[in-house]
């Protein structure tokens, strides 16, 4: 008899559980959820800038924004692990009710995230006050942030959240023996713990190249996508440490890695720029 790796990364195949017309709902109603949220995402990141700190959110209305960010970032590659949850829902609720568990299984999973926003509010906070204070800081910020980052992509934490984010049918058979109370809610909760372990290094680096830029966030979110659903994620995953590990030794000495750490120009100087657009007929 052939020995089987149980822990081989092999990602979730949800076809193989749901009929294709169930699968095709679900994908799409993942899919209508991820665009409105990347719509509200960049509609906002319109109006502000990507200078550091927390751009003078407070923290109930930064982890509102966050929120919408990690569903726009996050669901296309939690999909299969919530249409995979889905089957066993499917046997116990229909209608409203399976609508119901499906919102408290991304609740849940969004919880998480949101417990995890509150450190990254702290981190933006900390940044901003250094770069005020010295602006040249900021290099060595976007440094470490890509080393830090480097770094994680290789670790074991990485590794072993990793390997459940792409294989997560064990835990959900144990998911199923789980007490009734709040039973979808903790499970999406626990399943985004692992997602925070898998990717929190991928999010570091939007301190340096911008919490608002929107073109780096999506390039994040195709990378969270393809490491969890692509063959060959855990190779990419290698790949991308790597990148950073070079972005943080060019970092100290290229500013156009650093846009979310540079800060904006004073009020005077910006007038000083429309008057000069004016008598040059510039915008």
């Not at 991820?34 to 800038?49: D, E, K, S």
């Not at 250094?130 to 890509?146: E, H, M, T």
């Not at 929190?200 to 966030?217: E, R, S």
């Amino acid at each position: 008899m052939p020995h089987v790796r149980l822990d081989a990364p092999a990602p979730t195949r949800p076809g193989v559980l749901l009929p294709r017309r169930e699968l095709a709902v679900g994908w799409t109603l993942m899919a209508l959820i991820a665009v409105l949220a990347w719509a509200l995402t960049i509609g906002q990141a319109r109006h502000m800038g990507m200078e550091p700190g927390t751009m003078g959110l407070a923290l109930p209305l930064f982890l509102l924004l966050w929120v919408v960010m990690m569903a726009a970032m996050m669901l296309p590659s939690v999909a299969p692990v919530a249409i995979t949850w889905v089957r066993g829902i499917c046997r116990r609720a229909a209608g409203p009710a399976r609508a119901l568990h499906i919102a408290e299984f991304l609740s849940g999973y969004l919880l998480a995230w949101t417990a995890f926003g509150v450190l990254v509010y702290g981190a933006l906070a900390a940044t901003g006050r250094l770069v005020d204070g010295d602006p040249q800081a900021g290099r060595w910020i976007g440094a470490g942030a890509f080393l830090l980052a480097g770094l994680h992509q290789f670790g074991p934490l990485k590794r072993v959240c990793l390997r459940h984010c792409r294989n997560p049918m064990f835990q959900l058979l144990r998911y199923s023996r789980f007490r009734p109370f709040a039973k979808d809610l903790r499970v999406g909760a626990h399943h985004g713990l692992y997602c925070v372990g898998c990717c929190w290094g991928l999010m570091v680096v939007l301190i340096p190249l911008g919490f608002m830029n929107v073109a780096a966030m999506a390039a994040v979110a195709a990378v969270i996508f393809l490491e969890k659903l692509w063959r060959r994620g855990p190779w990419l995953a290698w790949g991308i440490g790597i990148v950073f590990l070079v972005l943080a030794g060019l970092a100290p000495f290229q500013d156009w890695l650093l846009p979310g750490l540079e800060n904006a120009p004073p009020m005077e100087e910006m007038g000083d720029m429309g008057d000069m657009g004016r008598m040059t007929g510039l915008p």
